[in-house]
């Protein structure tokens, strides 16, 4: 008799609702938020007359340096202490850097320390996404872990006889169990990705009007401002509270406390029962990076979090400044510049080109709103398409197509003597592009670090088992849903990375930065020296990387099922 299919959450229902409804978006809502008012607050709050383009460049690469750091450092504080810490720090962080943010008067130093700690609790929060999704699936608890370790150990030693009925029927159902478990990683990250996208618009919608409704109660620009910031910060507080109860007893993180920081391993291993192996040092964010030369699963997820990370900057960032390029090269700006607007007010495109910013707004909402729209569907395939990765295969050739047509029209608009309405379907590829990437990244990390794999032809268990009597002193305990049983040293338990998942967390966020960095500094020069059509060229390079790491890690499956 088949198993019954795995539940997509393994954890509480306030767990569960407590990472989707309140970690996964609000991880996004805040950055985007801080990202789309940081000018106001540069302007407005501070008065700066001039360089406010080259402020703000300057500390959203100071934010990006320091999440290069900080993200594996979470990443690697969370496996001693645990998610539930790491989530409720992080945006702890967030509400205090947020109040104050708006009390500086100067960019630097004052504004550039509140960025950076918002950096660090902003890191905090985006590693924990990553963490906390290999957690919320995992099937098995420590106890059901020991079990299982045990009685590989003597199956490993038991004499081989004729496999029984009811014995190959529990195999059968272990088997399926850790097949479904990798189902329920991959929907999982599909919804992941639609919540998150969820807090782009909580951002868009909630958020950022919030400064023109105290303006319109009476408030000054500066204080509206103020307020706005204040109202977001509280946000960001109840989130962390929510985060500390709602994240309690998580699967897997028992025996993680904050007194871990300053206990012994050994007195840890005493008092909590957690193996020694399992003990958070400094080696493990150098094993997680090499984890990349050894599991080309690991390597796919982590090439997908570089291009997820650029991706959105890609559209964010250079859509709108190549809406703005083109509109001010061709005179459709109706401002006709200094004499109406403020010179500060030049860098601004909801000012000075208000065209521009409409079109941009346009564009880039068409291609968040395919993405939120698809990503179930990337979830749902994913499990499906666990071997050939298929749909991320698509998705790399979606924003590889999308990316290089977008610059090659000769005119970004969707009407008009030059326009073209099939600038929403490249729109639509550049979405699906994105959300692919994060999706299905999260659901092949998820998976190596819970080590459900396709196992190979001489790794999977032959049809010799224990005597009789030793599966009859063993199967009761063990109930029906244990992992499939395998050979010394192939087993899940041996393979399974769930101590490791945070260092391997803060390595895929380090990836994603640094994909960050490399577009963001080098697209923008080469948008200015050889053409605004460069940074789109380069994203289409990076989906072309993930296509060739995902076909390679589709060969290898093959190569390692067939052998």
Same mark, same amino acid.
Not at 35 to 45: E, K, L, M, P
Not at 86 to 111: E, K
Not at 254 to 260: E, Y
């Given at each position: 008799?088949?198993?019954?299919r795995q539940?997509?959450?393994?954890?509480s229902?306030?767990q569960?609702?407590?990472?989707?409804?309140?970690?996964c978006?609000f991880s996004?809502a805040? %950055?985007v938020?801080?990202?789309?008012? +940081?000018s106001?607050?540069v /302007? #407005?709050? =501070? $008065?700066?007359e001039?360089?406010e383009?080259?402020?703000i460049g300057t500390?959203g690469?100071?934010?990006?340096? %320091?999440a290069?750091?900080?993200?594996? +450092?979470w990443g690697?504080l /969370? #496996?001693? =202490? $645990?998610?539930?810490?790491?989530?409720?720090?992080?945006y702890a962080?967030?509400?205090l850097?947020l109040?104050l943010f708006?009390?500086?008067?100067n960019?630097?130093?004052?504004l550039?320390l509140g960025?950076?700690l918002f950096?660090?609790?902003?890191?905090?929060?985006s590693?924990m996404?990553?963490?906390?999704l290999?957690?919320?699936?995992?099937?098995?608890?420590k106890?059901n872990?020991?079990?299982?370790s045990?009685h590989?150990?003597?199956?490993s030693l038991?004499?081989e006889v004729?496999?029984t009925p009811?014995?190959?029927e529990?195999?059968?159902?272990?088997?399926?169990?850790?097949e479904?478990t990798?189902?329920s990683?991959?929907?999982?990250a599909?919804?992941v990705g639609?919540?998150?996208?969820c807090?782009?618009?909580?951002a868009?919608?909630v958020f950022?009007?919030?400064?023109?409704?105290f303006?319109k109660?009476?408030?000054s620009?500066?204080d509206?401002v103020?307020?706005?910031y204040y109202?977001?910060?509280?946000?960001?507080?109840?989130i962390s509270?929510v985060?500390?109860f709602g994240?309690?007893?998580?699967?897997?993180e028992?025996g993680?406390?904050?007194?871990s920081?300053?206990t012994?391993?050994?007195?840890?291993?005493?008092s909590n029962?957690?193996?020694?192996s399992?003990?958070?040092?400094?080696l493990?964010?150098?094993?997680a990076?090499s984890?990349?030369?050894?599991?080309p699963d690991?390597l796919l997820?982590y090439?997908g979090?570089?291009v997820?990370?650029a991706s959105?900057?890609g559209?964010s960032?250079f859509i709108p400044l190549?809406?703005?390029h083109?509109?001010?090269n061709s005179d459709?700006?109706s401002n006709?510049?200094?004499?109406?607007?403020s010179?500060?007010?030049l860098?601004d495109?909801?000012?000075s080109?208000?065209?521009?910013?409409?079109?941009a707004s346009?564009?880039t909402?068409?291609s968040?709103?395919?993405?939120?729209l698809?990503?179930p569907?990337?979830?749902y395939?994913s499990e499906k398409s666990?071997?050939s990765n298929?749909?991320?295969l698509f998705?790399?050739?979606?924003?590889i197509?999308?990316y290089?047509?977008?610059?090659?029209l000769?005119s970004?608009q969707?009407?008009?003597p030059?326009?073209?309405g099939?600038v929403?379907?490249?729109m639509?590829?550049?979405?699906i592009s994105?959300?692919?990437?994060?999706v299905?990244s999260?659901?092949i990390?998820?998976?190596?670090?819970l080590?459900?794999?396709p196992q190979?032809s001489h790794?999977r268990p032959s049809?010799?088992v224990?005597?009789?009597?030793?599966?009859?002193?063993?199967?009761a305990?063990?109930?029906?849903?244990?992992p499939?049983?395998?050979?010394?040293g192939?087993?899940l338990a041996?393979?399974n990375l769930n101590?490791?998942?945070?260092a391997?967390a803060?390595?895929?966020?380090?990836?994603?930065g640094?994909?960050i960095?490399?577009?963001t500094k080098?697209g923008g020069?080469?948008f200015?020296?050889?053409?605004?059509g460069?940074?789109?060229y380069?994203m289409?390079?990076f989906?072309?990387m993930l296509l060739?790491?995902?076909?390679?890690?589709?060969l290898?499956?093959?190569?390692?099922m067939?052998?």
């Amino acid at each position: 008799m088949a198993p019954p299919r795995q539940p997509l959450f393994t954890a509480s229902r306030l767990q569960s609702a407590t990472y989707l409804l309140g970690v996964c978006p609000f991880s996004i809502a805040f %950055l985007v938020f801080l990202n789309s008012s +940081v000018s106001f607050v540069v /302007s #407005d709050v =501070i $008065g700066l007359e001039s360089g406010e383009g080259d402020a703000i460049g300057t500390l959203g690469f100071a934010d990006e340096l %320091l999440a290069l750091v900080a993200c594996p +450092v979470w990443g690697l504080l /969370s #496996d001693k =202490i $645990g998610v539930r810490y790491v989530c409720t720090a992080g945006y702890a962080i967030i509400a205090l850097s947020l109040v104050l943010f708006v009390q500086a008067s100067n960019v630097y130093p004052q504004l550039l320390l509140g960025r950076l700690l918002f950096s660090l609790g902003g890191s905090a929060v985006s590693t924990m996404v990553t963490a906390v999704l290999p957690t919320v699936t995992e099937s098995n608890n420590k106890s059901n872990q020991q079990r299982r370790s045990h009685h590989i150990w003597r199956a490993s030693l038991s004499s081989e006889v004729t496999i029984t009925p009811s014995r190959f029927e529990r195999r059968l159902s272990r088997q399926a169990e850790a097949e479904q478990t990798a189902s329920s990683s991959s929907r999982l990250a599909g919804f992941v990705g639609m919540f998150a996208g969820c807090g782009a618009l909580i951002a868009l919608a909630v958020f950022l009007p919030l400064p023109a409704r105290f303006e319109k109660y009476g408030s000054s620009p500066a204080d509206a401002v103020k307020q706005s910031y204040y109202i977001v910060s509280l946000v960001a507080l109840i989130i962390s509270i929510v985060c500390f109860f709602g994240l309690r007893n998580l699967p897997g993180e028992q025996g993680k406390h904050l007194r871990s920081l300053w206990t012994p391993p050994s007195e840890a291993v005493e008092s909590n029962g957690s193996q020694p192996s399992s003990s958070v040092n400094h080696l493990n964010l150098l094993y997680a990076f090499s984890l990349s030369f050894k599991q080309p699963d690991i390597l796919l997820g982590y090439v997908g979090g570089f291009v997820a990370r650029a991706s959105s900057v890609g559209i964010s960032l250079f859509i709108p400044l190549f809406v703005n390029h083109y509109y001010r090269n061709s005179d459709l700006c109706s401002n006709p510049g200094s004499d109406v607007i403020s010179r500060r007010d030049l860098g601004d495109i909801k000012k000075s080109c208000p065209e521009a910013y409409i079109l941009a707004s346009i564009l880039t909402g068409v291609s968040q709103l395919i993405a939120l729209l698809c990503a179930p569907a990337f979830g749902y395939l994913s499990e499906k398409s666990r071997r050939s990765n298929f749909p991320l295969l698509f998705a790399t050739i979606a924003g590889i197509t999308g990316y290089v047509a977008f610059p090659l029209l000769p005119s970004p608009q969707f009407k008009g003597p030059n326009g073209n309405g099939g600038v929403f379907l490249i729109m639509s590829l550049i979405g699906i592009s994105q959300i692919g990437a994060i999706v299905c990244s999260l659901g092949i990390l998820s998976n190596g670090v819970l080590s459900i794999n396709p196992q190979p032809s001489h790794e999977r268990p032959s049809l010799q088992v224990p005597n009789p009597s030793e599966d009859e002193t063993h199967s009761a305990p063990q109930g029906e849903h244990e992992p499939l049983l395998s050979k010394p040293g192939s087993s899940l338990a041996t393979n399974n990375l769930n101590h490791l998942k945070g260092a391997i967390a803060g390595i895929y966020s380090l990836y994603g930065g640094a994909g960050i960095l490399i577009l963001t500094k080098l697209g923008g020069l080469l948008f200015d020296v050889l053409s605004s059509g460069s940074p789109f060229y380069i994203m289409a390079i990076f989906n072309g990387m993930l296509l060739v790491s995902g076909i390679a890690c589709g060969l290898w499956r093959y190569q390692r099922m067939s052998a």
